[in-house]
């Protein structure tokens, strides 16, 4: 199975920060890669696709990049509402695999 | 618009077993891959089970053997049988639509296996 690693597993921030977060796979799966923000007690919610294909309706402060093995997201000027814990995702090959998650909370 | 409901959960005996069921509604299950995803109280995501639009389907190793993932095309409705349930197994359940990602998902059904 391919893992994903994901730094930091958590920090705080400040809203107008601009946040990156790294996800890192054990093997390269070129750009079949997502990334999910989750709430406390809400369903995940697709934001980037394909490494760095924005989901429709997200807010364009998201950004992706990455192939291969390493791939980051991006929050250009934090918001409120983006306090929350956000995973990557491979779809490369089965088993499908999620990072541990990285938790951004309010500094 | 697209929805996803699951149901089924509860409280069951280890060994025992259950069925979870995801309706759906504004698009057609049968004709895109449906996957479920489990969560663990207080963990991160684990992918469970995919069954594609051609019926072929695949499990993580936790779960072979035991969980069975199906649809019932006339209801919209996609499954997952879970036997011989473990402590280990207690989650939210969620289904996903899996589209470019994982792009719709359920509001998570709870599963607690425990005596």
């Known amino acids: 199975a391919i893992r994903m690693t994901q730094s930091p597993s958590s920090f705080s921030a400040s809203t107008g920060d601009r946040v990156t977060i790294t996800c890192r796979a054990s093997?390269?799966?070129?750009?079949?890669l997502a990334w999910y923000q989750q709430k406390p007690g809400k369903a995940p919610k697709l934001l980037i696709y394909?490494?760095?294909t924005l989901q429709s309706g997200v807010p364009s402060r998201f950004s992706g990049s990455g192939s291969g093995t390493d791939f980051t997201l991006t929050i250009s000027c934090l918001q409120s509402e983006d306090f929350a814990t956000y995973y990557c995702?491979?779809?490369?090959?089965?088993?499908?695999?999620f990072g541990p998650g990285t938790k951004v909370d309010i500094k | 618009e697209v929805q996803l409901v699951e149901s089924g959960g509860g409280l069951v005996q280890p060994g025992g077993s259950l069925r979870l069921s995801c309706a759906a509604s504004g698009f057609t299950v049968s004709s895109n891959y449906m996957s479920w995803v489990r969560q663990a109280p207080g963990k991160g995501l684990e992918w469970v089970s995919v069954?594609?639009?051609?019926?072929?389907?695949y499990y993580a190793d936790s779960v072979k053997g035991r969980f069975t993932i199906s649809r019932d095309n006339s209801k919209n409705t996609l499954y997952l049988q879970m036997n011989s349930l473990r402590a280990e197994d207690t989650a939210v359940y969620y289904c996903?639509?899996?589209?470019?990602?994982?792009?719709?998902w359920g509001q998570g059904t709870l599963v607690t296996v425990s005596s």
């Open positions: 995702q491979q779809y490369y090959s089965y088993p499908i695999t």
């Open positions: 996903a639509r899996v589209g470019d990602g994982y792009d719709y």
């Open positions: 093997q390269g799966i070129s750009s079949y």
């Open positions: 394909a490494a760095s």
């Open positions: 069954i594609y639009s051609g019926g072929s389907t």
